[in-house]
């Protein structure tokens, strides 16, 4: 059974840091893209991240641009997304998800593999 499982969310004050990190487990996805969405109550799922299998190249929203870094661990088999200067606006369920080309990284729908999501809330 494939799983993506998410963890690292939390409650946070706006300026403030959180890591979160995605393991997965059932295959080996270290040859897969894999993505990081967010979806806000009430909004659609949104792009935040993605990077490459070999750990590069990486591309980010332009909302998280400057602020948010992904980076994998293919002998963990994980990803992370260090999250810096964190806002209100970014309080979200975080998914990790994976799919095997380096197109369309943007597109939820493209992803073949999703976790169940993570909840990050910043307060002002």
């Known amino acids: 059974q494939v799983q993506l499982v998410e963890s690292g969310g939390g409650l946070v004050q706006a300026g403030g840091s959180l890591r979160l990190s995605c393991a997965a487990s059932?295959?080996?996805?270290?040859?897969?893209?894999k993505g990081w969405f967010r979806q806000a109550p009430g909004k659609e799922r949104e792009f935040v991240a993605a990077?490459?299998?070999?750990?590069?190249?990486?591309y980010y929203a332009n909302s998280v641009k400057g602020r948010f870094i992904i980076s994998r661990d293919n002998a963990k088999n994980t990803v992370y997304l260090q999250m810096n200067s964190l806002k209100p606006e970014d309080t979200a369920v975080y998914y990790c998800?994976?799919?095997?080309?380096?197109?369309?990284?943007?597109?939820?729908?493209?992803?073949?593999?999703w976790g169940q999501g993570t909840q990050v809330t910043v307060t002002s």
């Open positions: 998800a994976a799919k095997q080309m380096w197109t369309a990284v943007a597109v939820p729908p493209e992803y073949d593999y």
């Open positions: 059932g295959r080996t996805f270290s040859r897969y893209v």
């Open positions: 990077i490459n299998w070999s750990g590069g190249p990486t």
